[in-house]
């Protein structure tokens, strides 16, 4: 399942633009080289990931393991990334910007599976309003082995 941006890339970039700008941080190309390159992945990474692709898309740029760290800390403060937490001590990030899903997520190998219910998303808003509370975000995450890594256990 591949889930739609809900913004595009010009409006991201302003957004993150503004976001350096209040942390005292410049605007630079290896920046810009990271965020596009979040907006374009299609599901969830490790930050050694994302820089794997960066150095495959962008022969020639050097962009060292601790400004992705950085950059990806930066972002997610700023709601453009989000992470998920997977087995002892991993975190896979993905573009925070996207429609509204769930995800279903592995603690062995920290493999993500999204999906969207409409009958789990109604219930939610049903039961909040029973209880009077007003909804800003909610993460849902379903934790446990998905079917290669049962498998491998077994
Ligand atoms: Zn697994
Ligand atoms: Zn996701």
Not at 120 to 127: F, G, M, N, P
């Amino acid at each position: 399942m591949s889930v739609k941006a809900k913004i595009g890339f010009e409006e991201v970039l302003s957004r993150f633009v503004r976001v350096l700008k209040s942390n005292g941080l410049k605007y630079t190309n290896q920046r810009e080289v990271i965020l596009r390159a979040i907006v374009e992945s299609e599901g969830h990474f490790i930050p050694e990931e994302l820089k794997a692709v960066i150095m495959r898309n962008y022969e020639g740029l050097n962009i060292g393991t601790a400004t992705v760290y950085r950059t990806l800390a930066l972002l997610e403060e700023a709601g453009i990334v989000t992470s998920v937490s997977f087995g002892a001590s991993g975190k896979k990030y993905e573009f925070g910007l996207k429609e509204h899903h769930d995800h279903m997520i592995c603690d062995s190998c920290g493999a993500m599976i999204e999906f969207v219910d409409k009958e789990i998303e109604k219930r939610q808003k049903e039961i909040a309003a029973a209880k009077g509370f007003k909804i800003v975000s909610h993460a849902m995450q379903i934790r446990g082995l998905c079917k290669a890594c049962q498998k491998a256990k077994s």
